[in-house]
């Protein structure tokens, strides 16, 4: 890091006690540092309201980050807060469990074409490990065939197994498998995502091993024509099941998820996040015929049943539907867009802003490769300092206005201005006034 902003004084303080009583500094890897801006941007927020956070040195940020796609209706929503609060007066977890389960249970099944049967955890990676437990049970098989994140589980980790650590290619680039059973290599193989040929090879190679294949179905645009179709029939052929995971893609460009959107419907679907607007909840959903045969495994925890993150999930879906949150994002998103492409154009730069209306994301065209993390860190530093928490990619939530928008793109225009400016001379690196961002992990998919 390089110079310290005053802005952040607390921030970093805060940080550098964290990194003596915390290993890795936070729970989250998306959640340090050294994921955007090291000493220009925060790092600890004391509130949020809206599409907008408070830093602990009582800086206030418009925030297009939404806590990594948690946030969806807005940060501390008052219909799902209120809900909420009048839940933890009738208590957050019983002894006996509560029928909150069996109304979530057919909301989800009235809304995601994939759910018959529903399991419930609290986050994202283990409703992935929840998945594979299903999937083994279900099947007899040990094999997993993978594309995308699906979280920190041994299941998953196995992976970087599959290639020499010395030369530092891993599925996924940043993250070695420590601590992980070495007797795990072999149970499962990434495949990438567009490439039906490699997929297909994969399960003629493990023919009658597989137990599934899990995968993003979307992440930052919209699959090559006929690809998921092709994966669906390939599980199909090998009598495999299909897992979606939609715990980032899911709820902001349809309600059901991207399986609605695309009308390719998976044999079981991984929901977290953004389904309980910021409070901890996840679900494995599927049909009767996968997902019966969970009542004889050993799946169980207690805070499963906790009753907040079931009605705060029960009271987001339905307050989703009736925000007309679709048509929403899509104006959002689009009008986010406009706003970026105009910022490019205004800088003098070449590029667009890319991907879905519920992702945009601010693509460059650069004359060197090797700049593009400078550029990256460069673009996140000079929206900081114009008090905008962002990546160069933005996640929209309902809470965000057109005010939002404008300030966003008058900032955006400014720190294109400067990425121009070094560009043009050859100093963009000497702009930098921290350290270059650094990436956790690379995903297998688009």
């Not at 009767?288 to 050993?298: K, N």
Request: aromatic share 8%; charged share 25%; glycine share 8%.
């Amino acid at each position: 890091m390089r110079e310290k902003n005053p802005n952040v004084t607390r921030s970093l303080e805060t940080y550098k006690r964290a990194g003596e009583l915390i290993p890795g500094w936070t729970q989250l890897i998306s959640r340090r540092a050294s994921q955007f801006a090291n000493g220009i941007s925060p790092i600890y927020a004391q509130n949020a309201k809206g599409s907008r956070f408070t830093d602990i040195d009582g800086v206030q940020y418009i925030d297009w980050v939404s806590a990594v796609g948690a946030i969806i209706l807005g940060h501390a929503d008052d219909v799902v807060d209120g809900a909420v609060k009048k839940q933890i007066d009738r208590g957050s977890l019983y002894s006996l469990s509560s029928p909150l389960e069996i109304e979530l249970a057919e909301e989800l099944n009235n809304t995601i074409p994939s759910s018959e049967m529903v399991r419930y955890t609290k986050g994202g990676g283990e409703a992935c490990a929840v998945a594979v437990r299903i999937a083994r049970g279900t099947t007899g098989r040990d094999k997993i065939l993978f594309c995308g994140y699906h979280g920190w589980h041994d299941w998953y980790q196995a992976a970087n197994y599959l290639v020499d650590p010395e030369s530092g290619e891993f599925p996924f680039a940043g993250i070695e498998p420590i601590g992980i059973p070495k007797v795990l290599a072999d149970t499962i193989a990434p495949f990438t995502y567009g490439d039906l040929g490699m997929l297909e090879a994969l399960l003629e190679t493990n023919r009658g091993e597989v137990a599934a294949i899990m995968m993003e179905p979307i992440r930052s645009e919209f699959p090559p024509t006929g690809y998921l179709e092709g994966v669906k029939d390939l599980a199909r052929k090998h009598d495999v099941i299909l897992i979606f995971d939609e715990v980032s893609c899911g709820w902001r460009l349809s309600i059901g998820g991207a399986q609605k959107h695309l009308g390719v419907i998976p044999d079981m679907t991984v929901v977290a996040k953004a389904m309980s607007n910021g409070y901890p909840m996840g679900a494995v959903v599927g049909s009767r015929e996968v997902m019966e045969p969970a009542s004889r495994m050993f799946i169980s925890s207690s805070y499963w049943s906790d009753n907040v993150g079931l009605v705060a999930a029960l009271t987001t879906i339905r307050e989703l539907k009736r925000r007309n949150s679709e048509a929403r994002f899509l104006e959002i998103g689009e009008k986010l867009r406009t706003g970026l492409n105009g910022a490019i154009a205004a800088a003098g730069l070449s590029g667009a802003c890319t991907g879905l209306h519920t992702n945009p994301a601010v693509t460059l065209e650069l004359p060197d490769e090797t700049l593009r993390p400078t550029v990256t860190t460069l673009f996140i530093q000079e929206m900081a300092k114009r008090n905008i928490h962002c990546y160069m990619s933005f996640k929209p939530t309902l809470a965000h206005t057109d005010e939002d928008i404008q300030q966003t793109t008058d900032a955006a225009t400014e720190a294109l201005h400067v990425i121009k400016r070094g560009l043009d001379v050859g100093n963009v690196a000497d702009l930098l006034e921290c350290d270059i961002k650094k990436e956790p992990f690379r995903r297998l998919v688009r």
